[in-house]
């Protein structure tokens, strides 16, 4: 398989989540795929998208809904986790594409829920942490959450946090900062 270097495609994921404990009988699971193609040579964002993904194994809490905006009934109207897979694979390339997002949580979850579903894993193994980027690129002696980031590095926090779609624009956004600094002190 040839590896493509054009497009860097940053994903953030929102998952079904409680206040505190996880009902019996449901578990974290995918509901939004939040994706930006990511241009590395220049810092191009573009692509912003949201996937919304329909919960086969749990439901929209009132929680979730309050720090994601995401209700059960937008996502009832999702696809299906594998179909959305299909997407990432087909549309956007990511078996061949390098990836990131911010932090790991969302590739740990990808891989627990295509293993729990029996579904291929939809990414290559080119996978960009940015939030270990951001603390080692500035020298920061612990990570920081991607708002804390954007506001360290004097950037704007567009659109609505926990949404994918937004923190994915908004998590290109540092990595397209990091990589452009990187290239002029090259």
Request: charged share 25%; glycine share 6%; net charge negative.
């Amino acid at each position: 398989m040839t590896r493509r270097y054009d497009q860097i495609i940053v994903v953030d994921i929102e998952c079904t989540c409680w206040e505190r404990h996880t009902p019996p009988g449901q578990e974290n699971e995918i509901i939004e795929i939040g994706l930006c193609r990511l241009v590395p040579q220049t810092g191009e964002r573009f692509g912003k998208r949201s996937i919304l993904v329909k919960p086969e194994r749990s439901t929209v809490s009132p929680f979730c809904t309050q720090l994601t905006t995401l209700t059960q009934e937008q996502v009832d109207g999702g696809i299906s986790f594998t179909a959305a897979c299909a997407v990432l694979e087909r549309e956007y390339k990511t078996r061949q594409r390098v990836w990131a997002s911010y932090g790991d949580y969302d590739r740990q979850q990808f891989e627990r829920q295509c293993a729990a579903r029996g579904i291929p894993y939809p990414f290559g193994p080119s996978h960009l942490n940015i939030k270990t980027l951001v603390t080692v690129f500035r020298s920061m002696r612990h990570d920081l959450g991607m708002a804390q980031a954007l506001q360290a590095m004097e950037l704007p926090l567009e659109g609505t946090h926990h949404r994918g779609d937004d923190d994915a624009w908004n998590a290109a956004l540092i990595l397209a900062r990091l990589v452009l600094e990187k290239h002029e002190g090259s």
